[in-house]
């Protein structure tokens, strides 16, 4: 047996020594605090499972709205893409609320442009706390020093799962503001201090030279509640479970309720 444990310790000697893959966490820096948004699309894993083809376009559009937001608006921060969704993080709360501000409004002119099949719902969370990212990460392993494309892909830390866990309770197209971050938003930020952040309403996105929201979002009410009723008509062949449905039609009901209902506009423009 100790011929065995020795061979064992050669073994892990040799990795360490000629790797140097040891990790040392008394290396690490001390963690920034930062806002944290998370959103992510809707029954992903259900989409893969019956159209790969249609999934992975639908991927491909989200991931394509992050990154014209990140453009448009000139992004100060960090952007973590994951398959179906992403975490975005900043030290400044009037960015994270930029970012979104454009991100979601893009999605938002996909769906309405979408017949129902290609359509997909999208919602997210925002919290607030420290994290670790690369620059705290780099001193803990002569690995990451060596692999920063690797290293930078890399967050971790409590408003990460907060606002993973706080996305459930956002409308479709909504933005939950988890505690964390209602809690911190400083005076000149008082658009955090709800729990529902209503895009349309945000002030601050007025400065990037963009028109305003409020048709957009009135079109998405109308399409959305739509869409919604197909899914509850194709619950079966959508795999959507009809527990996450009712949710889903009392979030957003309760999420756009101070929208203007345009059904008679639009269906009397079509009678």
Known sequence: MSSLRNSFQQEINWFVENQGAEYSVGKLRVPVKKYIAWVDILGSSSFL??????ATNMIGQFHASAIFSKRITNFEGEIYPLVDGCYVASTKPDKIQNFLWVMIQKLAYTFIRSSHKNRFMVRGAISYGRIIESEQLDRASEFFQQEQSYLRSIVLGAPLAEAYEKERSASPFGIWVSESARQQSPDSEKSLRC???????????AKLGLPSPIGTAEL??????NYLKWCERNMQGLLYPESALVRHKAAYEEY???IKDIKHLIEGEEG
Do not use: A, N
């Not at 499972?49 to 249609?54: G, K, V």
């Open 220 to 225: 998405l009410k109308y399409d959305l509640g």
């Open 195 to 205: 729990t529902h952040w209503k895009w349309w309403k945000y002030r601050g996105g």
């Open 256 to 258: 756009f309720d101070d």
């Open 49 to 54: 499972s019956i159209d790969y083809s249609l």
